[in-house]
């Protein structure tokens, strides 16, 4: 896969990756192997698995994920497989064990560390040992009240690859540590089914471009939006809300209470950042919204979407639907704009790809990063 | 791909295409590259795009084109595929546009000759030429009421194609120009969704030796189609009505009106026209058949049949549903038997294919040109 | 394809077949080209074409097969493909044809030995021999009240494979042959549509490790299950009843009558027997189970169970529903079981497959049957 040569087009273009980046079955394999199943994913909200043995099973990359917590309180994640015969261990989504995992199957059962604690007849197999087939062990950090897992045998430095994603975009990384997003809870999570790449996403969530054209509700909110500069243009800006806006909603009406942390820099802007591969953060003064993306396939990928809020807002009761509405509207006008362009990856006049236009040329540096992780991980 | 050495058949009997000819996706995309894509298709009424604005979308081989008309009143056909960043133009079936086409992700507007004529910043992108940066255009010909597309870049001769096929069948051109076919208008449009390869549907019209097993309607009313001889075997033949006929309906009961300029040697009876690789044209005194096929998969094809009347009979409200109904009948029993053949195209006792009666014997010319197709053109 | 260097392992475990196994498309094409195609294949009861013209069609391997009686009753097979254009014969899953099969779209006419007697203008074809244009024919075996096809040219010696099974399995083939299964009658058909590999439906019904797990109902019959050792880990060896059960039944409660053949030691004993590729042969005093499968896919078999009772206990009208939900509900266990089992066969910590303990031990004689089939046979 390779970029068009410049040469070809007017110095205001840019070219995009070739159509068939996003829907070859092959090149997606090769982002499965080399991207999701090697970089940090952000799996499940830390709250999710909130204590020993409550669980939830996610598909990173290729593979079905077993994420829960360890008596200690520390998060785990395994392959959701018996070592025995290949059973699948779990199969809800989500739940809490008991005292172990036992597979339904022949019931070798496994401790919250994952090693093999009981099996019919295990006694008389004195040389299988309990850890070796125990279930197989993958890396996980916890950071921003979510779990991150990385199915590497040895992961890339968390510092290097998901810090620095937030401190190249907002500056330092104190900069989202002011909205303790670990304290917050959940107000809302919607899950979105969008046929489309994953990186027609990260594409679109990166230009603002299209902003003024599909996005009435945003741009009212952040009138610079309308200029088609997103704030992820610029390192370390937020966009200022309008000055007849009251707070980050649906109709510019006050918002919830602001997170006390929030610097008054940092107040009535909107900060977005793009964790490679697959984690959007948003920062407003009351509430946080982070996007996870499961794909699935070239053209399939699951979004699931949190708004979080101070503890104390939640409980209070407050009514959040204007707060949750402008993003939901957001998501929808751009997952439906992803869908659109999907069918035309696969056309003859587009197998060179599109062209970004100046206030889009910062996503070649996305292109890029994408075409280097298939050669440079193993 | 070739076909069985005839010296191992009687001599009675020609081999069809092999079994994998139906079936294998490797050789439909050879035809949607070689074929479709390549040679004129016949893509909408020119009725369904009336007036400037005015549009279709539909699949031509494996794109999405886009057929309007412009202020002139000429016809339009574009990929339907937005320059900057692919987006889908049109997502509609139809419409009508006001004033251009403007893309819903980011803006780009183009006038119904396809020209860029807006965007946001364009002004300052000089250097992006708005012909360079219109839409993809695709040749165009309006032709017997129908607007009929070529994707290639050099089309071959409208004249040596489409018009030969038609004199080819009938002896002459005028025989159909007799019929007015681009005055009259439609009765009733019914599409199939058919779960059978393309070039089984063309076999079964080629031929009649199934006419008398599965059409008890159509061979009451053409009494020498229970023989077993198509109309498309004599070149200039039209099938004859039989004595007790009245008109060309279900039951044999009186038609339409007659259309005009149908002479009297065309009167009473039934041609059929086969313009490869997608049309069927069907010639009765008082209406004509037109059925577009519209190729999806090695075993899925889209047809859209038109029954076409003189523009006083529709507008007089006459019933026409037992004129509508024998073609209606004769095209459910066609597509049935098409299907029924479509599984053993896999099967390995079909791998060298089926044979050919004395009456089909000159399908064999249709799976020679397809085969020719494949190689010659680019 | 090869299995796990057995080094690498502790002795107590034994290799499963690597992952691919069980999901590959290019594997499962050669087994159904190597096994299905090529061994005797179970195919209908003989009940379900009780006379001569009486029919079945089912897919065999990737083919689709028309079964039926000759007028001197004897079972026929054939290619459910007519000579002509390859149009499928009869598209029913089961009916009665009079006289003859005529293909209903140019009304070739074969009869009940396959031999072509009519078609439209045959007579003018005299070159087109009857027998050759017949029916591609199948060759077929009648044995336990079942027609068992072969799609070989050149089929194996039934009794060196089917035969054979049972004898190494019960000790002598005499000992099927006291149930007199032939002689008995349907009770209850159910067909279980199951998202998993044909292999793991096998390895899980030979052995019974997890049936302490999983079957509770079978263990309360059956109690030496609960060790984990299956009735076909020992030749000859049955499961005796539990000492409170009076009958085979999912409560344990008395069973209907017991077939007349069945010897004392046979009495109060459960027998199963796999017969390669495809059927599961369950014997107990009283009735007796078959299974058929028909692998569809790498990760889809259709299981056809017949549940066979004396034609006395039949027509007296007695309740069967005890006697059928034991093994009912088992198959519902089971194939559970092996739809978790799929999902892993993909996952690259299951490339090398999973783990056999002692009581698992003798599955790898059948993992090595597999292996050896996909050389061996043509």
Request: hydrophobic content about 35%.
């Amino acid at each position: 896969m390779t970029v068009t040569d410049n040469k070809t087009l007017p110095q205001s273009l840019l070219p995009t990756l070739p159509g068939s980046a996003y829907s070859d079955p092959e090149l997606f394999a090769q982002e499965q192997a080399h991207i999701f199943e090697q970089m940090w994913f952000c799996a499940v909200s830390s709250a999710d698995i909130a204590k020993p043995g409550a669980f939830r099973t996610v598909q990173v990359g290729r593979e079905s994920i077993l994420i829960t917590r360890s008596r200690r309180g520390e998060p785990r994640a395994f392959f959701n497989i018996c070592r025995h015969r290949g059973a699948k261990l779990c199969t809800e989504e989500s739940g809490e064990a008991k005292r172990s995992f036992q597979c339904p199957y022949h019931a070798w059962t496994y401790d919250f560390e994952g090693k093999l604690i009981a099996a019919p007849n295990l006694t008389k197999m004195p040389d299988v040992d309990r850890t070796e087939y125990g279930l197989r062990k993958v890396h996980v950090r916890e950071w921003l009240g979510y779990v991150w897992v990385c199915l590497a045998d040895e992961p890339p430095s968390f510092e290097d690859t998901v810090i620095s994603d937030v401190r190249n975009r907002l500056g330092d990384v104190e900069a989202v540590e002011h909205y303790g997003v670990e304290n917050l809870e959940l107000g809302k999570r919607i899950t979105y089914d969008v046929k489309a790449n994953w990186k027609l996403i990260i594409e679109n969530f990166l230009e603002c471009y299209h902003c003024a054209t599909i996005h009435p509700e945003l741009t009212e909110v952040l009138p610079e939006f309308a200029d088609g500069f997103a704030a992820q243009y610029f390192v370390g800006h937020g966009a200022l809300f309008g000055e007849e806006v009251k707070g980050f909603t649906v109709d510019g009406s006050e918002g919830l209470d602001r997170i006390p942390g929030v610097s008054e820099e940092q107040d009535r802007r909107y900060y977005a950042v793009t964790v490679r591969p697959q984690v959007f953060i948003n920062l407003v003064p009351d509430h946080v919204i982070i996007h996870r993306m499961f794909p699935l396939a070239p053209d399939h990928t699951i979004v699931e979407c949190d708004w979080l809020y101070l503890p104390e807002v939640i409980a209070s009761g407050k009514d959040l639907s204007k707060s949750v509405e402008l993003f939901h509207r957001v998501n929808q006008q751009d997952f439906d704009a992803c869908e659109r362009c999907q069918a035309a990856t696969n056309s003859r006049v587009y197998a060179e790809g599109g062209v970004l236009v100046p206030s889009e040329h910062h996503l070649a540096e996305f292109h890029n990063w994408v075409l280097s992780s298939l050669t440079r991980n193993p």
